[in-house]
């Protein structure tokens, strides 16, 4: 991909019109943009899709930005994104949204789905994460408010969440009926991970008829994705925004993808951090805490929602196995001996 060759006089007034070869000639690159977006490099997919939002109306601003988002592509095309053996696999899906950001004031949505051990879901472990699937886009309905446009984000991470869950029950278990596709989506454990305060309580506290959301729409939006998520049994986490890592799938800038260049940092390699306390980002860097630093061990019994259905899901997998279940003298630890490997549903390691 080459760049455009802008002259110096015409980098003074970026706010004039391209023309009309440079209008088709950007068309083309971003969508070879676009493509390498969706193939293997995540970290341009924001940059990119707000970027599509003027092409109708192309000034040499826009050349230029497009000139910094090929340079920035080229680097990113090294990075090779691992796909690693999970032997307890469960999804974990993050998801953003950002109110208004584009040209048109329209949010951006986006969201991430790995493929983790699935001790990532307690925040006792830290896990290697296979990510399967992202996509960063314009919401499809204008948002009146920023917790409308992270409910829309939201429910689009989790029904991609929920397909994954599916392929995965269906290569791990048998085939199955679509007519009960939510108890075949139950067998595997999922996470649905937030950054949004208000609709991390709307969805895990509120017990009211609207989840105590004042606009209408974002309340019925939000109630069919609760519902979803109790009946397939999704467990509900929120992460300040420095650990979430679909930051970077809805805004531009070194700060918003810092929580996905540090998961290339580590090797893709990622922990879910609970916080009791729920301290913002900017308060945890005062306070000298790193983004994965936990503020408490592991995650409570009463904040896990969701995770009690997935430990039967995988006693009903060891079952389909011929598992062989033994009480350990002592301890009360109960292990699965299927055909190649043994879970211990306490702490959720594996050994073979």
């Not at 009309?20 to 193939?39: D, F, I, S």
Request: aromatic fraction near 8%; include cysteine; hydrophobic fraction near 40%.
């Amino acid at each position: 991909m080459c760049e455009f060759d802008i002259p110096v006089h015409r980098r003074r007034c970026p706010d004039s019109p391209a023309g009309a070869a440079e209008v088709t000639r950007l068309k083309g690159a971003l969508g070879q943009l676009q493509w390498l977006a969706t193939q293997g490099c995540p970290r341009i997919s924001a940059e990119l899709s707000l970027l599509l939002g003027y092409q109708s109306v192309a000034t040499v601003d826009t050349l230029l930005q497009a000139n910094k988002l090929v340079r920035k592509a080229r680097v990113q095309a090294q990075i090779k994104i691992p796909f690693r053996f999970i032997r307890n696999p469960s999804v974990v899906t993050w998801t953003d949204a950002a109110w208004g950001i584009r040209r048109d004031q329209s949010s951006q949505g986006g969201y991430f789905v790995g493929i983790a051990e699935k001790g990532i879901l307690f925040g006792d472990e830290e896990s290697p994460v296979n990510l399967v699937s992202w996509h960063s886009g314009k919401l499809t309905r204008v948002s009146r408010s920023s917790c409308d446009a992270e409910v829309q984000g939201a429910s689009e991470g989790e029904e991609e969440g929920e397909y994954v869950r599916l392929v995965l029950s269906e290569l791990m278990c048998d085939s199955m009926s679509l007519f009960q596709w939510q108890g075949a989506c139950a067998r595997v454990p999922d996470g649905l991970v937030l950054d949004c305060r208000g609709l991390y309580d709307a969805l895990g506290r509120s017990e009211s008829s609207c989840l105590g959301l004042k606009d209408k729409r974002s309340a019925l939006e939000a109630l069919a994705l609760k519902r979803s998520m109790t009946a397939t049994g999704s467990a509900l986490r929120w992460g300040h925004s420095a650990s979430q890592l679909a930051d970077c799938m809805t805004k531009s800038g070194s700060k918003a993808g810092a929580p996905f260049d540090l998961f290339v940092e580590k090797g893709f390699r990622w922990r879910l951090v609970f916080d009791p306390d729920y301290i913002s980002a900017k308060r945890r860097v005062a306070r000298g805490l790193r983004p994965l630093d936990p503020t408490f061990d592991t995650v409570p019994p009463q904040a896990t929602p969701g995770l009690e259905k997935t430990v039967d899901a995988w006693e009903f997998i060891e079952n389909r196995l011929g598992a062989l279940t033994i009480e350990q003298e002592g301890f009360g630890e109960r292990w699965f001996l299927g055909p190649d490997r043994a879970i211990n549903l306490r702490n959720m390691q594996a050994r073979e």
